[in-house]
């Protein structure tokens, strides 16, 4: 039977924008229906990584509309954030702690109203963005980053993501400073498709060095700027992160 996609309803999204979700939707109003889509629409939704269950049912069709069926989209929320905490010790790296925090439906401008809205999670989530703080504290080694990804910039199916960090390492002779930033430019093509440009930049200087270092060593402590451009083109056909078949 033909049938055209009427009204595509979401539920059960008490945190996370619609927007978020439909970006996954290959059902559009208005365009003939397309079976296979049911099960391609609840897989990409399932792959964002944030829900714990998504289902996409045809509804009924209206008696004065037999050749328009809506569409209902029902997700479950699921904990998107963590917060890690480690230590390890390595022969050539020292003592090293690491602590993480990380939130992958983060809302930059979800700011709380009240102080008990951001205890209870209530804010800063919902819009897909991810979020992570790394704080590597140790012995020979002192490294944290920031980084934050907004999946649909400016309402576009591009995705851009910004990154910043300071690494410190102590060797036996002399220490390294490096400072960082960087900006990756992204989308999906299709659904095995995947293109991405990045740019980074680095400024490195070594210091405290010892009474024996050579001279060419000494020379080259910098400052010095690195700057990295780059495009990726991925093809996968993995239908599921956790548990590929």
Same mark, same amino acid.
């Given at each position: 039977?033909?049938?055209?996609?009427?009204?595509?309803?979401?539920?059960?999204? !008490?945190?996370?924008?619609?927007?978020?979700?439909?970006?996954?939707?290959?059902?559009?109003?208005?365009?003939?229906?397309?079976?296979?889509?049911?099960?391609?629409?609840?897989?990409?939704?399932?792959?964002?990584?944030? &829900?714990?269950?998504?289902?996409? !049912?045809?509804?009924?069709?209206?008696?004065?509309?037999?050749?328009?069926?809506?569409?209902? =989209?029902?997700?479950?929320?699921?904990? !998107?954030?963590?917060?890690?905490?480690?230590? %390890? &010790? %390595?022969?050539?790296?020292?003592?090293? %702690?690491?602590?993480?925090?990380?939130?992958?439906? *983060?809302?930059?401008?979800?700011?709380?109203?009240? &102080?008990?809205? &951001?205890?209870?999670?209530?804010?800063?989530?919902?819009?897909?963005?991810?979020?992570? =703080?790394?704080?590597?504290?140790? !012995?020979?080694?002192?490294?944290?980053? =920031?980084?934050?990804?907004?999946?649909?910039?400016?309402?576009?199916?591009?995705?851009?993501?910004?990154?910043?960090?300071?690494?410190?390492?102590?060797?036996?002779?002399?220490?390294?400073?490096?400072?960082?930033?960087?900006?990756?430019?992204?989308?999906?093509?299709?659904?095995?498709?995947?293109?991405?440009?990045?740019?980074?930049?680095?400024?490195?200087?070594?210091?405290? *060095?010892?009474?024996?270092?050579?001279?060419?060593? =000494?020379?080259?402590?910098?400052?010095?700027?690195?700057?990295?451009?780059?495009?990726?083109?991925?093809?996968?056909?993995?239908?599921?992160?956790?548990?590929?078949?």
């Amino acid at each position: 039977e033909v049938a055209d996609v009427g009204l595509v309803r979401i539920a059960g999204n !008490t945190l996370t924008k619609d927007k978020i979700i439909r970006v996954n939707v290959g059902l559009i109003p208005g365009r003939r229906f397309d079976a296979r889509e049911i099960e391609d629409t609840k897989d990409r939704i399932m792959a964002s990584g944030l &829900f714990k269950d998504a289902r996409v !049912t045809v509804q009924e069709p209206d008696p004065s509309q037999e050749r328009v069926r809506d569409v209902l =989209i029902e997700v479950k929320e699921q904990n !998107t954030g963590s917060v890690n905490f480690g230590v %390890g &010790f %390595g022969s050539d790296s020292g003592v090293l %702690g690491n602590v993480s925090l990380t939130q992958n439906n *983060f809302d930059l401008f979800d700011v709380p109203e009240t &102080f008990g809205e &951001f205890v209870r999670g209530r804010s800063f989530r919902g819009a897909g963005q991810k979020f992570a =703080i790394n704080f590597q504290p140790g !012995t020979e080694i002192f490294a944290y980053d =920031i980084s934050l990804t907004e999946p649909q910039i400016f309402g576009t199916p591009w995705a851009l993501g910004q990154a910043a960090g300071v690494f410190r390492r102590t060797y036996d002779s002399y220490t390294e400073e490096r400072s960082s930033a960087g900006t990756t430019l992204s989308r999906r093509l299709g659904d095995v498709w995947y293109v991405s440009f990045r740019f980074d930049a680095s400024r490195v200087e070594l210091s405290d *060095f010892s009474t024996t270092e050579p001279v060419e060593v =000494i020379n080259d402590q910098g400052p010095d700027t690195l700057l990295a451009l780059g495009m990726t083109l991925t093809r996968t056909t993995i239908d599921s992160m956790d548990r590929p078949t």
